[in-house]
Nanobody, 124 residues
Framework: QVQLVESGGGLVQPGGSLRVSCEAS????????IGWFRQAPGKEREGIAC????????HYVDSVKGRFFLSRDNAVNTAYLQKNTVKPEDTAVYYC?????????????????WGQGTQVTVSS
């Protein structure tokens, strides 16, 4: 069965850290760029970061740049989103998605597989 499964969400205090994992099954993650998205309550889903298939290049939106970091371990078919110095406005459901090819796509329609999302709540 082809799927992406996020894990590692939960409650974290402001200023804390949290790592979300995205594990692929049924396909080889090494052949795909990985994008990360989030949807806060009452807001539209937004793309926040992307990592190329070989981890040679990453892209971040300004709101997370310098605080969030992407990595991947293709040997275990898993990608990671490390969140540091989190803020209450980072509260959202976080999704990973996979796009076939080396580079990060410019259109969401090019993402083939999507995870179900994991809730991250930043609160004291």
């Amino acid at each position: 069965q082809v799927q992406l499964v996020e894990s590692g969400g939960g409650l974290v205090q402001p200023g804390g850290s949290l790592r979300v994992s995205c594990e692929a099954s049924g396909f080889t993650l090494a052949d795909y760029a990985i994008g990360w998205f989030r949807q806060a309550p009452g807001k539209e889903r937004e793309g926040i970061a992307c990592l190329t298939s070989n981890a040679g290049s990453s892209h971040y939106v300004d709101s997370v740049k310098g605080r969030f970091f992407l990595s991947r371990d293709n040997a275990v078919n898993t990608a990671y989103l490390q969140k540091n110095t989190v803020k209450p406005e980072d509260t959202a459901v976080y999704y990973c998605a996979a796009a076939h090819g080396t580079f990060c796509p410019t259109k969401w329609e090019l993402y083939t597989y999507w995870g179900q999302g994991t809730q991250v709540t930043v609160s004291s």
